[in-house]
């Protein structure tokens, strides 16, 4: 979808009633940190580009946001599947798709208010371009959560689009992202060094201490919670479970090529956002389980049955948002924001429904 098309669909249908973000950005967090050099010339400034005018301006960001949130609510309303998916990227794709096809083409809908913005300091020669929010949301049922999202160019030709999109826990706060006087954040390399967990490896160990647990490699660097050792207590407890009744039970936990997006925090931190896959095997393993394979509810849409002959394979798409401490602090990252659902899901034998 054109960018034409995006403000035409937004205008045409919303105007001011559908969001409450259409005041100034909120800021989080105004200079508590120097901005400190990072490795990787597309996440970061540079020393000469300090005061240039960043890449990204915060009035673009808003812009932006309030433009793709519209057009998106548009779509949901009419059911128009291609369209949302047009405005997202990455791991939001996948659950884009799943948001329309799970509910017969009438996803949720949600009023968004005023948008924390996050911008990243950029090059402009340098693409992509990114910037992250924190929006809080309502559904239709009146149920609030926070969500933190990031946004994508990614060529100079290309439109924006919604790359990441997850869900403040309960009771969790945002990593509080330190911003300059200008109100612009710090964006930190992948490889960056001058934190706990450098943000390529946060989602490897966050995979790995939700197989092992509280003994594993990962357990002192991440703390335990139901996002991490959690994992691992719910498959420990289940196996045995299936194995009584004659079924495999296994899952696994994978990080993604997807995009990793990384800010500093006042602490001298980062607040990284990142992406997961849970693959989750169910299997009969002797002749009386043959046919009885349970079929989760929250995926039955998708092969029209309870119970499945032989095998049931879920692939999740999870997103986090992980608060890793300044290097040397001696702090676990935390895990403060999730969301995710079943991207795939395959049974021999059974034919999805029509």
């Not at 249908?13 to 969001?19: F, T, V």
């Not at 005018?53 to 291609?82: F, Q």
């Amino acid at each position: 979808m054109t960018r034409t098309m995006r403000a035409a669909l937004a205008l045409s249908s919303l105007a001011c009633a559908l969001l409450a973000c259409t005041a100034p950005p909120a800021r989080i967090s105004r200079g508590a940190v120097p901005a400190s050099p990072v490795t990787s010339a597309s996440a970061t400034p540079g020393p000469s580009a300090a005061r240039e005018e960043p890449a990204v301006t915060l009035t673009e960001a808003g812009t932006v946001l309030r433009e793709i949130l519209a057009a998106d609510d548009v779509a949901r309303a009419g059911g128009a599947e291609s369209y949302a998916v047009e405005q997202s990227r990455d791991a939001q794709r996948p659950l884009t798709v799943v948001a329309f096809e799970s509910t017969g083409l009438r996803p949720s809908r949600y009023r968004w208010d005023r948008p924390a913005l996050l911008v990243p300091r950029l090059r402009p020669d340098r693409y992509p371009y990114w910037f992250a929010a924190v929006v809080r949301r309502e559904d239709s049922k009146g149920k609030s959560r926070t969500a933190v999202l990031a946004f994508m160019k990614q060529y100079k030709t290309s439109d924006w689009q919604l790359s990441f999109a997850s869900l403040l826990e309960p009771r969790a706060e945002p990593p509080a992202v330190a911003l300059d006087d200008e109100g612009y954040a710090t964006p930190l390399a992948t490889r960056d060094d001058s934190v706990a967990i450098s943000p390529h490896l946060m989602a490897p160990l966050h995979a790995t201490i939700a197989e092992e647990g509280p003994k594993g490699y990962a357990a002192s660097l991440i703390a335990p919670g139901p996002l991490t050792t959690g994992y691992f207590d719910e498959v420990e407890k289940l196996q045995p479970e299936y194995k009584s009744r004659g079924f495999l039970y296994d899952s696994l936990f994978a990080a993604t090529a997807f995009p990793i997006y990384a800010l500093r925090t006042t602490d001298g931190g980062a607040a990284i956002l990142y992406s997961l896959t849970r693959t989750t095997l169910r299997q009969a393993k002797v002749s009386r389980a043959a046919g009885l394979v349970p079929v989760p509810k929250a995926v039955r849409w998708t092969v029209g049955r309870v119970l499945v002959p032989t095998t049931l394979r879920m692939v999740e798409t999870q997103q986090y948002v992980g608060h890793v401490a300044r290097r040397g602090a001696g702090q676990p990252a935390t895990i403060v924001g999730f969301d995710g659902a079943a991207t795939s899901v395959t049974a021999p034998f059974i034919f999805p429904p029509k």
